[in-house]
């Protein structure tokens, strides 16, 4: 096996695969990079198990072959050689040879046919969506999923394809996230299916703003093709709760407020919150919203946001991280916010998108 090809190019393609790779596996092949040759390409795969990543980058490649290589150690020698052009080869008892200007290196390897095989989804009908479009659903959702491994549905978002739409949510229990968009798809598609936080992480790392992802199902895996980058995720198996059925209807009150202010506020008055006492108290009054902390032994805070409000006095407490986090993952320059008793959530909707935020008790 011996190909050529620039630095940055061999660099770019390890950065993609290498965050798959397990370190810490019991299997030593799930540390390795898999790298093969196509024609006039380079095939670099990374995989724990779980899900994996395959990269195709441009290359000369004068004998064809393949070899599997530790990833990091991988990683940390292209990093370090000048940026030039690298010679790469491998024998056929695994030891791979990587020269660069007057830089040496010698790797002992192993053959592919100890690699784990990844799944492949041919003839299956696909959802192609905007790298953009996708990237922010997912910016808009995957900060409320949960991270508690007993709660293993929660742990991914949930998708649903259906009637030229695609929704997105997640949901820790205290909160839930849900967009969605309108989406050109075959007739008579229906999906449902929880994607692990693990592939969340990789779309989140490599989506772009320009091009296409296709997105392609079978019952156990889905697969993400974007640019010259695949993602292969194994699915979370188990049923996502009717997340529809704890959305409110209405609120009783509804208020408009500058989502910048708003979060400015959050974050300040989050200063003096404690692991003990995590909530900070939000009241109404005409014409303004007050958003206060005061802590035994730590000190008070307060803020004051003027605000369109007519209504009564209300007073409800929040964990303020769970306002800062979709505060700072919108776009809109106001806010609807809507409130209806200190025992009820509280809730932003916009047109496609609602988050709903359960209230803690006010000390």
Do not use: W
């Not at 990844?118 to 995957?142: G, V």
């Not at 008070?300 to 929040?318: C, N, T, V």
């Amino acid at each position: 096996m011996k190909f050529q090809l620039k630095k940055e190019s061999l660099l770019k393609g390890i950065q993609t695969v290498q965050n798959v790779t397990s370190g810490r596996s019991t299997l030593p092949i799930l540390s390795n990079v898999l790298i093969e040759t196509l024609k006039n390409n380079v095939r670099l795969v990374g995989t724990d198990l779980d899900i994996g990543v395959i990269c195709t980058i441009d290359a000369n490649i004068t004998e064809e072959g393949s070899v599997t290589i530790p990833g990091k150690k991988f990683g940390d020698i292209v990093r370090d050689l000048p940026n030039s052009e690298i010679h790469f080869s491998a024998k056929k008892n695994s030891i791979v040879t990587i020269e660069c200007e007057k830089s040496f290196f010698r790797i002992m390897g192993l053959p592919k046919d100890e690699f784990p095989k990844l799944p492949e989804l041919r003839d299956k009908e696909t959802l192609t969506i905007d790298q953009a479009i996708l990237k922010e659903m997912l910016r808009m959702t995957s900060f409320a999923i949960c991270h508690d491994e007993a709660r293993y549905v929660l742990n991914g978002i949930y998708m649903v394809a259906e009637n030229g739409k695609i929704h997105l949510a997640a949901t820790d229990g205290r909160r839930l996230a849900v967009v969605s968009r309108e989406l050109s798809m075959p007739k008579g598609l229906q999906k449902k299916v929880i994607i692990s936080v693990k592939a969340v992480n990789e779309l989140n790392r490599l989506l772009e703003d320009t091009g296409s992802v296709k997105v392609a199902l079978d019952d156990n895996h889905i697969i993400f093709s974007l640019n010259d980058t695949v993602i292969i995720s194994r699915l979370i198996e188990g049923e996502f709760p009717n997340y529809e059925g704890v959305i409110p209807k209405e609120s009783k009150e509804r208020i408009k407020i500058d989502r910048e202010k708003f979060l400015a506020s959050c974050k300040r008055v989050s200063l003096l919150t404690t692991q003990e006492a995590q909530s900070v108290r939000v009241d109404l009054i005409k014409g303004k919203m007050i958003i206060s902390a005061n802590v035994p032994d730590v000190g008070e805070a307060r803020e004051e946001i003027e605000i369109d409000y007519k209504g009564g006095d209300m007073s409800i407490g929040f964990n303020p991280n769970y306002l800062i986090d979709v505060l700072k993952n919108l776009n809109n320059q106001e806010v609807n916010f809507e409130l209806t008793d200190a025992e009820k959530p509280g809730v932003i909707r916009d047109e496609d998108y609602v988050y709903v935020v359960l209230p803690m008790q006010l000390t």
